[in-house]
């Protein structure tokens, strides 16, 4: 399938420029890539979660461009989005909407809240409390929201992209288990080189990148994607093992929860968009691997031996995908 959206670079409609998954995908990256210098590994991973029809969480520490990342993002492509601004104060009903009562028409009317977009900016999200964190729960995982009794669907493409501080910080709460088990992946933007921070200086000093970032795709470009990448073949091979990959971390001893089968869904969910960003109509080993370590680790929970040996999740995942068997390419 091929796209026929075609755009001249400066988000208005040039002929003769090819609209597939790849040159369209492509256009959004190097837009993003104008705002975040020296990051093209972190960027092709959001676009992957952004095909996969997942969610991603950001996770770094303050000043590093988490929210600048998830901006980037939404200017780049033309649909709706909502930001939302976590904190102690923040209500529920702030994030999923709420019935307003008019007294001339004695009736009710429902407001919707952030959560009826494209893209939600979640912005700092566990400095709210987990009651409000968990407002997202429904959203995230059957693209609805109920209030009061009435459940509205979500227009699509959807995807909230949080940022969050680390967890030993000053102000913050813990993600709850279910919360982040809804998160396809989890990145970590990261200290820029000197080299792209001598960059930033000139180009951030003075104005924003993102006043200058015009998009480059359309919300039913994403959709026609979104759609081709759900066609990217996944051998039966490949499924045994992500199946296997998963099964490990639910049998490794410095693990007390392995991944759950959302998991194992997420995995091979991304695996395939990674795949189609790579031009292939198939999914390899490879494209599991690569994605095994954003799509399981914020999932695993140490055991307290573990954690006394200085184990991280990280590491964890990392061993079992360098001892499983690969499987042959048949």
Do not use: W
Request: charged fraction near 25%; charge should be negative; include cysteine.
């Amino acid at each position: 399938m091929s796209l026929d959206t075609r755009y001249d670079g400066q988000g208005g409609a040039a002929p003769g420029d090819s609209g597939s998954l790849v040159s369209i995908a492509g256009r959004i990256q190097r837009a993003i890539e104008e705002v975040i210098e020296g990051k093209p590994d972190v960027v092709r991973l959001v676009l992957t979660v952004l095909l996969a029809e997942g969610h991603l969480l950001i996770e770094d520490i303050p000043g590093v461009g988490k929210t600048m990342l998830a901006k980037a993002l939404a200017r780049a492509v033309r649909c709706s989005v909502q930001r939302v601004q976590f904190t102690p104060d923040l209500l529920p009903s702030d994030i999923t909407g709420v019935s307003v009562y008019h007294q001339d028409r004695n009736e009710f009317e429902f407001s919707p809240g952030p959560v009826f977009a494209n893209i939600v900016l979640g912005d700092e999200i566990n400095r709210a409390s987990p009651k409000t964190q968990s407002a997202l729960l429904e959203c995230m995982e059957e693209m609805q929201v109920s209030v009061d009794g009435t459940t509205r669907p979500l227009e699509r493409p959807f995807m909230v992209a949080a940022t969050q501080n680390p967890a030993d910080m000053e102000g913050t709460y813990p993600l709850p288990e279910a919360q982040r088990d809804r998160f396809m992946a989890r990145i970590s933007v990261g200290y820029p080189t000197p080299e792209a921070e001598l960059e930033m200086i000139d180009t951030h000093g003075g104005r924003s990148p993102l006043e200058r970032l015009a998009p480059v795709a359309e919300a039913g470009d994403v959709r026609a994607m979104v759609e081709q990448v759900r066609g990217i073949h996944v051998a039966p091979g490949v499924r045994r093992y992500v199946v296997d990959l998963v099964t490990a971390t639910r049998n490794s001893p410095a693990l007390r929860f392995g991944a759950s089968p959302r998991a194992t869904l997420h995995l091979v969910r991304a695996a395939r968009a990674y795949a189609a960003l790579e031009g292939r109509h198939y999914v390899v080993p490879d494209d599991v691997q690569a994605l095994a370590l954003p799509v399981l680790t914020h999932r695993l929970l140490l055991t307290p031996e573990a954690r006394v040996e200085r184990h991280t999740p990280e590491r964890v995942v990392a061993d079992l995908v360098a001892h499983l068997p690969v499987p042959s390419p048949r």
